[in-house]
């Protein structure tokens, strides 16, 4: 079954850091790029960047790059995605997505990770 | 506010037409294929359209995208109850170096 699943839920005080991670099955997992996508509670979808499985590169938003650190393990085909110095802010539901350049079509889509900040 | 402009809703009853549009600039739509997505609530985004007009496997042929100048929009045709959702515009903005989405548009089925 070709599927993206993400860790649980994370509570996290102000000034700690988070790492989320999304397991792909059913499909070469270097095949795609993953991009991270969250969305504040009742807000829309902002795009955090994305990371080649192939190689490794990454890219990410300007508003967040200075904190955002994105890894991949091809061996368990799991991306992984990390956010430090948290804010109330950063309070979202974070998804990962099956994707990248140069057409920046998103196909497959994790359940979503709920993190907290308070 | 989102670069990309969507109404924030639209509504319309069963079997009617609906038009979602999404406004930019030449350094996203412009120049770059837009894509779009439906988010059913509490619900993972599920891609519709991508390149501008092509259906994403599965979605059924009352979803049409188009693209022309610094606008894109989707329509659904014979509009059904499960097509209550938001609607999400998204494009690679060359300027900014990421990829936007609109702002969202909810979809109410009378």
């Known amino acids: 079954q070709v599927q993206l699943v993400q860790s649980g839920g994370e509570a996290k005080k102000p000034g700690a850091s988070v790492k989320v991670s999304c397991k792909a099955s059913?499909?070469?997992?270097?095949?795609?790029?993953i991009t991270w996508v969250r969305q504040a509670p009742g807000q829309g979808l902002e795009w955090l960047g994305w990371?080649?499985?192939?190689?490794?590169?990454?890219d990410s938003a300007q508003n967040v790059q200075d904190r955002l650190t994105m890894t991949t393990d091809k061996d368990t085909t799991t991306a992984y995605m990390e956010l430090r110095s948290l804010t109330s802010d950063d309070t979202a539901v974070y998804f990962c997505?099956?994707?990248?350049?140069?057409?920046?079509?998103?196909?497959?889509w994790g359940q979503g990770t709920l993190v907290a900040v308070s | 506010q989102s670069v990309l402009t969507q109404p924030p809703s639209a509504s319309g009853t069963p079997g009617q037409r609906v038009i979602i549009s999404c406004s930019g600039s030449?350094?996203?739509?412009?120049?770059?294929?837009v894509n779009w997505y439906q988010q059913l609530p509490g619900t993972a985004p599920k891609l519709l359209i991508y390149t501008n007009s092509q259906r994403s496997s599965g979605v059924p042929g009352r979803f049409s995208g188009s693209k022309s100048g610094t606008s894109a929009s989707l329509a659904i045709s014979g509009l059904q109850s499960e097509d209550e959702a938001s609607y999400y515009c998204?494009?690679?903005?060359?300027?900014?170096?990421?990829?936007?989405f609109g702002g969202g548009t909810k979809v109410t089925v009378l």
């Open positions: 997505a099956r994707g990248g350049p140069p057409m920046w079509k998103f196909d497959l």
């Open positions: 998204a494009v690679w903005d060359d300027g900014l170096r990421g990829v936007l």
């Open positions: 030449s350094s996203n739509i412009g120049f770059n294929p």
């Open positions: 990371i080649s499985t192939y190689s490794g590169n990454t």
């Open positions: 059913g499909y070469t997992f270097r095949e795609y790029a």
